[in-house]
């Protein structure tokens, strides 16, 4: 066989185009967002994240570009995803990503960045809606499949008060809170539940373990943003996530040996979100050692995040991206 009957067609590549794809528009907006918290504490001698903000909005009018063109041409195989017991929870990834693209862009087009936040908040109050239906009334899933990929759509709407204060949606802001809150707290537990007591994740999931992170670290910044200060509910908020992160690291070893999968993502938007909530912690309290965490943390994701889109641009130049999944 010739490399050029092996090489997949441009058809059958965007055929199978993962929605897990857009996990990447969420950490680079993550990466974007701690760019800008430590270009405000005034520790970066330059300014990158206006260049990443661009980037960012790029990678995601892209991919949102392609997957529509995929649901035109292969909408049976979208509808299939759609009914998939993991592949569904990354749909919600779609208006996360919307909803950060929408912070970032307050600072430069306060409007657009409302319209998008309007947008994001409603598309992932539907797909939030859609998932919770689709989970009461399946047939087919089972406790194996669930894995920390299903906080996406649902604990996803505590990403939406991010963008909700700046806009003046109060109350609005504290609905999807609650309902991110409440639902973490009910999935966190089936979570353990599943990783203790049944068979270990397959490799290309278990860097969905990093998402562990998120829903305490966002927690914390939705909180703070809602309430304006640190109190006792937002310091459980901080230092759970910092738990979390710190029982993750411990497992640096089993995460190194894994093969490059798209799934790495998963480690870079709550990696993001656990650096940005300990500036703002070290903003707001004052504490020299919250300063260096941050910095510590900073430099970490910065690693992570060349390294995670080196071997993502080497997958895709290799063929080792959309490819058919069991």
Partial sequence: MNSQEQRPSTTTRLENMPISFFAVVMGLSGLTLAWEQAEQAAI??????????????????????????????????????????????????????????????????????????????????????????????????EIHHMNPSWFIPVVGNIVVPLGGIQHGYIDLSWFFFSVGLVFWLVLKVIVFYRIIFHNPLPDKLLPTLFILIAPPAVGFLSYVKLTGSIDAFATILFYSALFLTLMLATQFVKFARLKFFLSWWAYSFPLAAMTIATFVMAELTGKDWFHVLAMVLFVILNIVLAMLTVRTIEAILHNKICLPED
Wanted: aromatic share 16%.
């Fill in 44 to 141: 970066m001698p330059f300014m990158a994240s206006p260049y990443q903000a661009v980037i960012t909005a790029v990678v995601f009018v892209v991919l949102l570009a392609f997957y529509f063109v995929k649901f035109v041409r292969h909408r049976e195989v979208v509808l299939k995803d759609l009914r998939h017991p993991v592949r569904l929870s990354f749909f919600p990834a779609i208006s996360i990503s919307l909803l950060s693209v929408s912070v970032i862009a307050f600072q430069f087009y306060p409007q657009l960045s409302k319209v998008l936040w309007l947008i994001g908040a409603g598309v992932h109050l539907v797909l939030t809606l859609f998932v919770l239906s689709a989970w009461l009334n399946q047939s087919h899933f």
